[in-house]
């Protein structure tokens, strides 16, 4: 299970600390399904629905794509494809000998980016997941329109076979498609917003494909949606929220996650979309940014350590590395580093960690640790859960509704009125 | 040449505008050499300088390991990786069939990220490029030491040869190695700090071995800064210097770099060290932070839009692709994207940019766009030119040292302390 460690954020606190009676009364509202955005709750339950329905399919489909391709292009954008990346960034940095290729299309409009992605797959065997709940959305419905036509110039007749559709159970552009050519079909369910659908069909067969046992993954988040479902201060997820919103209020605007494994990165852009889509409206919100340690250390550190008191940052820790090595001993000693011989590699970057949290906080930058056991499978599901929650929590703390994203449509109203979209105004 | 489009922010200005004779007062500065740091401003002179001397020997020196290696280990941390991955990523997205793997290392103290890489390089021919100014920053050091043992496991007697340093010119651990095993070595000039470093060896070595025609760059860096070695409001660095200057006064404390591109990503990383190192200090400094567009709309969008209207936004638009696509018209258009048939993607995403700018200043953004010409050599180098100019403007204008980071010593000095190295306290 998650743990958070508030002792480096406690010398920013007033003394009457973090309120976590406002934590509770948010909790409730959460739990009871009583606030703004109630119907877009059923992330909670779903890793146990989808254990009882889609789970094997998910898994065989997957089967059938290792089987077969070396490249699996995952066409969506936003919460239809920052989990997934994350993921198997994290979870499989460098890919084994059997494990396609994710490409992710569908979030861009760079002429380039999508040629690039054309030219890599060459004459790879592949298999395409289009991920949209309507199938309207531009970007992905151009990426579709592109890859689907390269399937059919390679497979004929048999490109249908090639498409993996995961969209509404009932509605919308792409599931009437995905009838219509008898795609296998996957649910992007009705009570999930994108940035909450990570375990679901939406991220799970992406990571199934690149070799991540989405079974463990599931039975994780059931476990660990159960062990966060405790009422108190105890609660990591009431902790984090009713942290993160009192230093929000003494003027800290920005948070900056960072962690210590460079596989991070794209976990951390998952964890924007989060909080920025959940908590950015109504003009209040604390700015979600990211780092990556030692690395920025050397390119923000300067920022974080001098610059003006309005960061507040949270690392993620994973207790135990997955390898081990043992720093080497060199007779010369050239390089004077024969003081670290023989200590393992976690360990220094372990001391590291805490030098710097010590750095920042007497530098005047509340922290924030998120401790989770490993970076596997269920280390992966674990801080999906955790986050979510807090996030949910955190979000009925600020008055906000923590599942809609009304600021989104600006551009894409403007963008189908200049590009004469029929209809559009 | 780049050219500034103050047309989005316009509308947030004061009647007065950005001030330029605080610019024209912070370029006098620079330009005579008189404010602090003025012993670090020796880049804009170094192209000439790099031209002159070490160039010829930077491109034998690639040429060498793209004939005998699959792979470079670059190792490095801060300035010393991060112009050339972001060149690289932003040049060479996908690596010719001649193209040596460039690996960045010395950025972590992950011993799961060291261990992949040694995995991933395998049985492969490869060299090292250790870039340290004194060889004695942990991370840099840390990795050189294993490294190197690699390489004298494989190469024995010859790994000497399969060693380039980058380092002081005179002093320092590294200098001394250097000179005593032989080893290949290049200049970190002492009047360049790290982060202004990308135009010296330090960056043009390992974008050299990746394929990218350092000659073109350092040409087009060297024509670049002597146009904008014009005093005056129509200087593009003035413009975008002014501009963040008299936002940032207003209250817009967060700048989002964006860009269409999905591989200027790391470009963004090198900015935000630039901006973040240079001017975050004496509790002062914009906050540097990025996205990815189109698709971080679909995830930081809805915070842009509706959040706090404390950001502004800086677009890097790339006038021309290198590449086209025309949209295809499918028959029975299904997905009702036929109206985009026959326009080329490039064109679509450039109507998407300009719909993405009227939501954003609509909502309270203000938007400065970044043109520059090429995604190619001349693009990479002329925008290189124009950030690091415009920074040590913008850092004068905000009564700061552009160009020390005294912050960077406070975990530098914990981690030695907690770690026992002889002598630290």
New interface residues.
């Given amino acids: 299970m998650v743990k958070v460690d508030l002792s480096g954020a406690k010398p920013f606190f007033t003394a009457a600390g973090p309120d976590y009676a406002a934590a509770a009364a948010a909790y409730k509202t959460f739990a009871e399904k009583t606030g703004l955005g109630a119907d877009f709750t059923g992330w909670e339950g779903m890793p146990q629905r989808i254990k009882d329905t889609e789970l094997d399919a998910i898994v065989a489909a997957a089967e059938k794509i290792r089987s077969r391709s070396q490249a699996l292009v995952a066409i969506g954008?936003?919460?239809s494809y920052?989990g997934a990346k994350g993921a198997i960034e994290l979870l499989k940095?460098?890919p084994g000998p059997g494990d396609p290729k994710v490409f992710f299309m569908g979030?861009?409009?760079?002429?380039?980016?999508?040629?690039?992605t054309i030219?890599?797959l060459g004459d790879m065997d592949f298999d395409v997941n289009v991920i949209s709940k309507s199938?309207?959305?531009?970007?992905p419905?151009?990426s579709?329109?592109?890859f689907r036509?390269l399937l059919i110039k390679k497979y004929g007749d048999k490109a249908d076979d090639h498409i993996f559709a995961t969209t509404d159970a009932r509605r919308g552009?792409l599931k009437?498609?995905a009838d219509?050519n008898g795609w296998t079909s996957f649910v992007v369910p009705d009570d999930v917003g994108?940035?909450f659908s990570v375990l679901s069909a939406v991220g799970l067969l992406p990571m199934a494909v690149a070799g991540i046992d989405v079974r463990r993954v599931i039975d994780a988040a059931i476990a660990e949606f159960k062990a966060l479902d405790v009422g108190g201060p105890e609660n990591p997820a009431w902790q984090y929220a009713a942290a993160r919103q009192h230093l929000y209020g003494k003027g800290y605007?920005?948070e900056i996650l960072g962690c210590?494994?460079?596989?991070f990165r794209f976990m951390a852009?998952w964890w924007?979309?989060l909080y920025?889509?959940s908590?950015?409206?109504?003009?209040?919100?604390i700015?979600?940014?990211s780092v990556?340690f030692?690395?920025d250390?050397?390119?923000?550190?300067?920022?974080?350590?001098?610059?003006?008191?309005?960061?507040m940052e949270s690392i993620v820790r994973f207790t135990e590395?997955?390898?081990?090595?043992p720093?080497?001993v060199?007779e010369e000693d050239?390089?004077?580093?024969n003081?670290?011989a023989g200590r393992?590699?976690?360990e220094?970057?372990r001391?590291?960690a805490?030098?710097?949290r010590?750095?920042?906080v007497?530098?005047g930058v509340p922290n924030i640790v998120i401790e989770i056991p490993k970076?596997d499978e269920e280390g992966f599901a674990a801080m999906v859960c955790f986050f979510e929650l807090a996030c949910s929590i955190s979000g009925y703390m600020s008055q906000v509704n923590p599942f809609d994203?009304?600021?989104?449509e600006?551009?894409k109203?403007?963008?189908f009125?200049?590009?004469?979209?029929?209809g559009a105004k």
């Fill in positions: 954008i936003g919460g920052l940095p460098n979030n861009t409009l760079s002429v380039d980016a999508i040629n690039d030219a890599a199938g309207t959305t531009l970007e419905a151009v579709f329109r592109i036509e552009v009437g498609l219509k994108g940035r605007t920005v210590y494994e460079p596989s852009e924007k979309q920025g889509e908590e950015g409206k109504d003009h209040k919100g700015f979600p940014a990556e030692t690395a250390l050397h390119s923000m550190g300067q920022y974080i350590q001098q610059g003006p008191r309005m960061l590395s997955r390898t081990s090595f720093f080497p060199e050239a390089d004077g580093l003081y670290l393992d590699l976690s220094i970057c001391v590291a805490d030098a710097v010590e750095a920042h007497s530098g970076r994203q009304p600021g989104v600006a551009y109203k403007n963008m009125r200049m590009l004469g979209k029929p």
